[in-house]
Structure formats: structure tokens, C-alpha cells
Nanobody, 124 residues
Framework: QVQLVESGGGLVQAGGSLRLSCAASGRTCSSYAMGWFRQAPGKERDFVAVVSWSGRSTSYAESVKGRFTTSRDNLKNTVYLQMNSLKPEDTAVYYC?????????????????WGQGTQVTVSS
């Protein structure tokens, strides 16, 4: 079992930055690729970013490429999502998730463990 807890969400003006953290406990998260997803009100849960178990490989949704960066510190069992140049359309609940697929995947159903989510609100 892996427990995931996100933090770092909040209210920010357009153009601003936030850094989300996802702390893992239970089994070490270094065995899992870690993904970030987001869900806006009335919309599907969408893939945002993923980092491989080693941290060497990352992938991003087109909508956040060049603005968001994901990384991980396996010694701290923590994954990060640095979000820059935020836009109102980035407003959503952000979730981190763990998958046994070594490089990760954009498919939410492939993830075994999920955090409770953290709200990000970007004002215009």
C-alpha cells in the first residue's frame, strides 16, 4: 500500500507560480512512476505530467508543456509539480498518483494509488 498526500495548492493570480508536493508513505515510491492529473468542475480527470521511477524521464500534456515541471526526490519519498505562468484554465483539483508502469502512462486507469487532491485556483 502507498499513501499519497498532496500539498501546496492555493489561490494565485494569472502569471504566477505554485509548487505542488506529493508525499508518499507506506511502500517506497521509488518503485513507482508518479503522475499528476487534474479535474476541473464538470470535466473529466486529465493527465498533466508524469515522472518515471528513476526521475530521468518525464512527459507532459501539451497544455502545460514549457510551463510545468515535475521532479522527484526518492530519498524524501516526495514528488513535485512546479507550475509557472499559470492561467485561469489551470484551475482544478490536482491529484498525484502512483503506477507500477516504470515510465508511467497518461492513462488514469493504470494508476494504483491516488492522493486526495489539492485545489489550485488561478484568478484572471
Amino acid at each position: 500500500q502507498v499513501q499519497l498526500v498532496e500539498s501546496g495548492g492555493g489561490l494565485v493570480q494569472a502569471g504566477g507560480s505554485l509548487r505542488l508536493s506529493c508525499a508518499a508513505s507506506g511502500r517506497t515510491c521509488s518503485s513507482y512512476a508518479m503522475g499528476w492529473f487534474r479535474q476541473a468542475p464538470g470535466k473529466e480527470r486529465d493527465f498533466v505530467a508524469v515522472v518515471s521511477w528513476s526521475g530521468r524521464s518525464t512527459s507532459y500534456a501539451e497544455s502545460v508543456k514549457g510551463r510545468f515541471t515535475t521532479s522527484r526526490d526518492n530519498l524524501k519519498n516526495t514528488v513535485y509539480l512546479q507550475m509557472n505562468s499559470l492561467k485561469p484554465e489551470d484551475t482544478a483539483v490536482y491529484y498525484c498518483a502512483a503506477t507500477g508502469s516504470p515510465l508511467g502512462t497518461v492513462v488514469a486507469e493504470a494508476y494504483d494509488y491516488w492522493g486526495q487532491g489539492t485545489q489550485v485556483t488561478v484568478s484572471s
